[in-house]
């Protein structure tokens, strides 16, 4: 079974950083495809970002040049640098760990809150 817990959800105000955190345990870390995913009250849960085994990357156009989304496969970690934060981005960030429609994994999410 496969274990994802967030950290580092926030208050922020506009234009601020977060960096979101996901510890992985009971897999082989380094061969799933690794996602941020975000939920707005009332809206579907989105993909933000995601990281393939092999290092390559992937946004939603919204976080392009924002979002910097990275993986360190000694720890068991991928992360999420979010600069320039606007109050749309708030919403409940999941992690998500996927190998195939069998093998996919959720995080509780992490609330981050961008208001001033």
């Known amino acids: 079974q496969v274990q994802l817990v967030e950290s580092g959800g926030a208050l922020v105000q506009p234009g601020g950083s977060l960096r979101l955190s996901c510890a992985a345990s009971?897999?082989?870390?380094?061969?799933?495809?690794m996602g941020w995913y975000r939920q707005a009250p009332g809206n579907r849960r989105d993909v933000v970002a995601r990281i393939f085994g092999d290092g390559r990357t992937a946004y939603a156009d919204s976080v392009k040049g924002r979002f910097t989304i990275s993986r360190d496969n000694a720890k068991n970690t991928v992360y999420l640098q979010m600069n320039s934060l606007k109050p749309e981005d708030t919403a409940v960030y999941y992690c998500?760990?996927?190998?195939?429609?069998?093998?996919?994994?959720w995080g509780q999410g992490t609330q981050v809150t961008v208001s001033s």
């Open positions: 998500n760990a996927h190998l195939n429609t069998q093998y996919t994994y």
């Open positions: 009971g897999t082989i870390f380094s061969i799933y495809t």
